[in-house]
């Protein structure tokens, strides 16, 4: 579908750690494009530099060379002002770790940053309920972090991911600390929401069964993105 929006377009993406007089080139020219709505999946060993990656495209990381373009703006040329706006407006991310805040409830969670992206109170905690719900956790919504398993705190993750609807929502490993079954669970939501409310979406995952069902996928190898079969 040629018409559709490209929501990410990397050109020539460098990236060089420099430590102790040693370079190491983590991502080679690497390309990627990716249109609206897509599910996209990426899979690769271990210290192939896929959170390098995730981490460029969501403005946590500078890229070293070559251009990283989302939503219509250059990422690596922002300033920090105008990162924090793409990453409140235009990103959802979700990483292994929940990064709950630990003294809010499950609510507050996702409802903060909703707040955060210039939503009203009654918006924000509306759309915020709505997706607690969508994630099966609306009878836990009052629960603080410490009172959720771990596959219920990244379904609270998730919830929070998609709250300033996001166009593009990146996830690194989310269900890398838990059982399969929860793993399975938090996958599942991950793909169907996106779906449901069009979003594009990043995930990185070693889980084969999860990596499985993404509508594009890439292998991480040498720096660079390859594209999988079906
Ligand atoms: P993956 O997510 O695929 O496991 P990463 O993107 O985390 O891989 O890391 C890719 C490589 O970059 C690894 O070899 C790692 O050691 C190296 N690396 C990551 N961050 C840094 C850093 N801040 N300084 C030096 N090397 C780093
Ligand atoms: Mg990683």
Redesign the pocket.
Known sequence: MSDQKIILSIKNLE?V???SGEE?S?LKKLNMELCQGQICVVV????????????IIGGL?KASGGTVCAGGLVVNEMSEKQLVKFRRNFLGMIFQFHYLLKDFTALENVFLPALMAGMSKKQASEKAESLLEAVGMKDRMYHLPSELSGGERQRVAVARSLVNDPELILA??PTGNLDPASAETVGNLLFSLSREYGKTLIL?THDMNLAAKGQVRYL?ENGQLRELGV
């Open positions: 990236k750690y420099r430590t190491l983590i690769g060993k271990s210290g192939s530099g896929k959170s390098t990656l995730l981490n990381d690194d490993e990185v991480m």
